[in-house]
């Protein structure tokens, strides 16, 4: 009754204190405006605050200290509620009926709502777009429930619910892989809350490993996943030049720990190093592929060298020394003449 009341009247409400008796029944109910009260300040001395320290913004203007409220109790002789106490008044404006939409009643997502998000959300489709799709479906604002902002809470929420056993559920999986295909293999790390590293590499990948295993390569530059792990995926070239993949990783950052684990978990599912590893200009991989890899030489990715050329160098003086030509008969040891060769800038 009282929340339709305030829904017409443009205010919002709160359920306030209730008192209840021995069985758990409740006499007395107390709703409020839910600009009722003023909250204790939340300010801080930015000189003061670390570095680590969370800052929370200031939401005191939220309320206002309205008195305006109704209070029911229970009458024992009727059975039914009776309200005893109400105050009309508000010390602050009220909604505009073009701004009801964006009250709190009326920004809350029904059951249909929810599952369009949620099937949207596990198909990888974006709240722009899915929240595109239901303002089409239900003809416009008015009729969508929520706004953009409410619709990427409930998807946060679903990761959060999602996230907290996800990391068991991929555990839980590979185990269960692993006992139908014995050469499955696969490894993880983890401290007491959550996953650090792990590593894999199926059957097919074991045995490209078996016969073209002598160049490997591999790239941290795959960040994409909702839980921003780094991707590590672990690739050779076969007999037809193709690139086939040895093994893959997700580790937590590119540490040397992270890298030495992830490396060793590598030399034990495949039994031996590698002749050559090919990666980018990472400085932890170059401390740590020694450590693991004593036997194997270590050099840089081509495509990463002709990149950062032009960062490097001034552009007139390769132009001068024509040194697009030089860096191509250099590096690939080619017998065509240079007046064939097209620069690469």
Known sequence: MYRKY????????????????????????????????????????????????????NTNFKRTGCKACLKVHYVKESGRYKVY????????????????????????LDYKDRKFFYHASSSKVGITQSRRMQLAINGGLVSLGGTARDHMNFRRDIMLFVGNKDAQMLINKMNKRREHFPEYFFEYK???????A?????????????????????????????????????????????????????????????FTWVLRAFMKAHGTQPKFVITDQCA??????????????????????????????????????????????SLHETDQPLSRLTPFF
């Open 6 to 57: 305030a829904d017409v009247a443009g205010f919002d409400i709160r359920l306030a204190s209730k008192k209840m008796n021995s069985l758990g029944e409740v006499q007395t109910r107390y709703f409020v405006c839910s600009k009722e009260g003023i909250p204790p300040k939340k300010e801080f001395d930015s000189l003061e605050v670390s570095s680590g320290e969370r800052r929370r913004r």
């Open 85 to 108: 106490h109400f105050i009309e008044s508000h010390n602050h404006m009220l909604c505009r009926s073009d701004e009801k939409l964006f009250t709190r009643s009326r920004r809350q």
């Open 190 to 196: 983890c401290d007491e809350k959550e996953l650090i």
């Open 198 to 258: 792990i590593f894999w590499a199926n059957e097919t990948a074991r045995m490209n490993y078996k016969h073209f295993g002598d160049t490997i390569s591999f790239d941290t530059t795959f960040r994409t996943n909702k839980h921003a792990m780094i991707f590590v995926p672990f690739v050779a070239i076969d007999n037809h030049k193709k690139s086939v993949v040895v093994g893959a990783s997700l580790i937590r950052n590119e540490s040397i720990v992270n």
């Open 284 to 329: 932890t991989m170059k401390q740590t592929i020694p450590i693991v890899f004593p036997e194997a030489t270590h050099r840089l990715c081509m495509w990463h060298i002709t990149k950062k050329v032009k960062e490097k160098m001034s552009l007139l003086l390769l132009l001068a020394l024509s040194l697009s030509f030089w860096l191509r008969d």
